[in-house]
């Protein structure tokens, strides 16, 4: 049995887009199938290496990790149209049980990375997803002296660009194996209808 995990985000710079590359490892070494995806309107050259996201997809999945890059603490607004769009699927309940996650970067310390994380888990959580973070028993998380955080994976750009610490790799890394795990664990008890 596999487990398919979106990564679905936004990339301006390429700072959120290698973030998603290092949750892609964490999902592949916890033994899952990464599918990254990107949104309409993200016409920026880093998104344009990943597909775009289909409803059909977003429905079908086991899990999904959420990522932006940080917007006057908020998600871009690309990936707020999409959400918008997803009332069918709300209705339906077709994302209810399923782990999410969520993930960010900024250009600096206090960009606004922690309420950016906060606010994309709202759509999530009213779709029914079940929202994992990071907890503080992984070591990166109390030891990072720029991004990561117990709500989801963050990076800050300055000093850095594009390239993640090694705290915010490993803490990336964990939420991937998370995530992926808990999908295991659910898409195998909704098989054996304990769910």
Not at 51 to 77: N, T, W, Y
Not at 82 to 101: D, M
Request: net charge negative; aromatic share 6%; proline share 4%.
């Amino acid at each position: 049995m596999s487990a398919s995990i979106i990564i679905l985000y936004y990339s301006r710079s390429g700072a959120t887009q290698t973030l998603a590359d290092a949750i892609a490892d964490g999902v592949l070494k916890a033994g899952g199938e990464p599918l990254m995806r990107t949104v309409t309107g993200a016409g920026d050259p880093a998104s344009q290496r990943d597909l775009e996201i289909s409803q059909d997809e977003l429905k079908q999945c086991d899990g999904l990790i959420l990522g932006s890059p940080v917007r006057f603490g908020h998600m871009a607004s690309a990936l707020q149209q999409f959400w918008e769009q997803t009332s069918v699927t709300w209705l339906k309940g077709e994302l209810e049980g399923k782990p999410a996650a969520v993930f960010t970067s900024g250009s600096s310390m206090h960009s606004g990375q922690e309420s950016t994380l906060l606010s994309m888990g709202v759509p999530l959580l009213h779709h029914g997803m079940l929202l994992c973070g990071i907890p503080y028993t992984e070591p990166a998380i109390q030891q990072t002296q720029s991004g990561a955080s117990p709500y989801g994976a963050s990076h800050v750009e300055h000093g850095h660009g594009k390239q993640l610490t090694e705290h915010e790799y490993q803490a990336a890394v964990a939420l991937g194996q998370r995530v992926t795990v808990a999908a295991f664990a659910l898409k195998t008890a909704r098989t054996q209808g304990k769910l």
